[in-house]
């Protein structure tokens, strides 16, 4: 069973910018579409953006377009996500998620991300 692990969140002024990482055991990584979620208080978990098993296509939420940068490397089994220009309203909880294949649904615990504005 495929585990991940979210690192990189911490606090950053508005403006600023941090790279999360997502890394995973198991061999079959490569084979699965990537995703980051975020939950903000009292709010449901949404979507942020994913990447296909290859790194070739991504996909973004309209609300950080242009902002997030969504990466994988696959020989190190791990999924990154810069975020640049970050706003107070991105501030939440983001979490990595497998969306594809047998272990479709499985979550990393989560690493908080706070904006001071």
């Known amino acids: 069973q495929v585990q991940l692990v979210d690192s990189g969140g911490g606090l950053v002024q508005a403006g600023g910018s941090l790279r999360l990482s997502c890394a995973a055991s198991g061999r079959t990584f490569s084979s699965y579409v990537m995703g980051w979620f975020r939950q903000a208080p009292g709010k449901e978990r949404e979507f942020v953006a994913a990447i296909s098993w290859s790194g070739d296509r991504t996909a973004y939420a309209d609300s950080v377009k242009g902002r997030f940068t969504i990466s994988r490397d696959n020989a190190k089994n791990t999924v990154y996500l810069q975020m640049n220009s970050l706003k107070f309203e991105d501030t939440a909880v983001y979490y990595c998620?497998?969306?594809?294949?047998?272990?479709?649904?499985?979550w990393g615990q989560g690493t908080q991300v706070t904006v001071s504005s």
């Open positions: 998620k497998v969306m594809t294949g047998p272990e479709a649904g499985s």
